[in-house]
Every structure is written in structure tokens, then in C-alpha cells.
């Protein structure tokens, strides 16, 4: 039902944009978040925006170059990735959730979509 894409192979510096679709429900009230997992490592969030757009949370690893919005119409998710970095090398996840406020623990979301794998070179 999440259907994320828009990943890819970029130099260090370089922008990415990728997309979250969703079908078969409508997300629009629905929490919606970006984490990422790096071989060896936790998944952890990236972005994580409010049903209404008007909330939005980053942590310092990325605050400043990635910007996540989303397209209510298109029920869709965007994360606008720039000044991409090697250690930004990860798949990519999006994900949906019914609760309320930022959520970003991985445990507060119910829907998953496939992962996009985006690698960045140095």
C-alpha cells in the first residue's frame, strides 16, 4: 500500500528526491515518516511529518538538507535529500501511522512500504 521510490546512485554533494505513493486507503490523516537502515545498523527516522503538513521533525544528522512534504491530492510523501554524504548510503523506508503528533519510533508506525536503496559515492 506504500510504495516508495526515487532512489539511486549519486555523488557525494548531489541532491535525491524519492516518492511515497500510497494506494488502496487514503493517508491523509495519517502520520507519515522516513527512516533508513545502513547495512549493519537500526533502522532509524529521518523525517517525520504530521497528517495537516504543518508539523515536521528531523534529527541533527540530516536537519538542514533533507526536507520531507507531502502531496494530499497525490497521496504521496516526498523527501527532498540534499548535500547527499557517503554516511547517507542506506535503504530507504517509508512508512504510515494512525497515531497522533511526530512519532518517531519505528514501533509507532503500521504501515510499511518496500524499501529504495540509495547509495551515495564519495
Known amino acids: 500500500q506504500l510504495q516508495a521510490s526515487g532512489g539511486g546512485l549519486v555523488q557525494a554533494g548531489g541532491s535525491l528526491r524519492l516518492s511515497c505513493a500510497a494506494s488502496g486507503r487514503t493517508f491523509s490523516r495519517y502520520v507519515m515518516g522516513w527512516f533508513r537502515q545502513a547495512p549493519g545498523k537500526e533502522r532509524d527516522v529521518v523525517a517525520v511529518?504530521?497528517?495537516?503538513?504543518?508539523?515536521?521533525y528531523y534529527p541533527d544528522s540530516v536537519k538542514g538538507r533533507f526536507t520531507v512534504s507531502r502531496d494530499i491530492d497525490k497521496n504521496t510523501v516526498y523527501l527532498q535529500m540534499n548535500s547527499l554524504k557517503p554516511e547517507d548510503t542506506a535503504v530507504y523506508y517509508c512508512?504510515?501511522?494512525?497515531?497522533?503528533?511526530?512519532?518517531?519510533?519505528?514501533?509507532?508506525?503500521?504501515?510499511w512500504g518496500q524499501g529504495t536503496q540509495v547509495t551515495v559515492s564519495s
Open positions: 511529518i504530521d497528517w495537516s503538513g504543518g508539523s515536521t
Open positions: 512508512a504510515a501511522s494512525v497515531g497522533v503528533g511526530i512519532l518517531i519510533k519505528e514501533i509507532s508506525y503500521n504501515y
